[in-house]
């Protein structure tokens, strides 16, 4: 295993150098899910399927209640990670193999760590380099939630050509 790293150190992302293969970081603080925040950004995305914003169609369901929209949960978890992974990035490339394991609920708590799973130097923007990351949430009984990868384009330190 990588170094670990606490999320309560005083850092606002990285450059390319600063990031190891296997690095853990674990976010924080968490954040508690409430009713508020699921309706208002399925309001703001127009993502207004009953299942997310009406009681009482909710109750009707599998789940017997609201389902927090999957997509708050991963702009939640890509936000928690920032400090840590992107705060210096120049851009965010792409994400791929997003997936929702679990439902989150109202009043849930989610946590989000990420681990590095490679940092490169570009091929074709020198000083710059590629960080591919993994990020994972987990609710307040650490059961997996959702997981995505993504690649960040972060500058190299002063000096540092590919």
Known sequence: MGRVFDARQE????????????????????KTVTEADDHLFCMLTM???????DRAYAASTIFGRNV???????????GMSVPDI???????LGTSDL????PVFHGDTLY????ILAARPSASRPGEG???VKTEGFNQDRKLVCAFQRAVLLPMRAGKES
Do not use: C, M, Q
């Open 99 to 102: 997936r929702h394991l679990k």
């Open 11 to 30: 850092r606002f992302g990285g450059y390319l150098e600063d990031y190891e293969a296997d690095d853990r970081f674990l976010h924080w603080p968490g």
């Open 86 to 92: 992107s705060g210096r990035a120049l851009a965010n």
């Open 130 to 132: 590629v960080l591919s």
């Open 47 to 53: 993502a207004t399927s009953p299942i997310h914003i």
């Open 68 to 78: 927090v929209v999957g997509t708050y949960i991963y702009s939640l978890l890509l």
């Open 112 to 115: 989000g760590e990420s681990e």
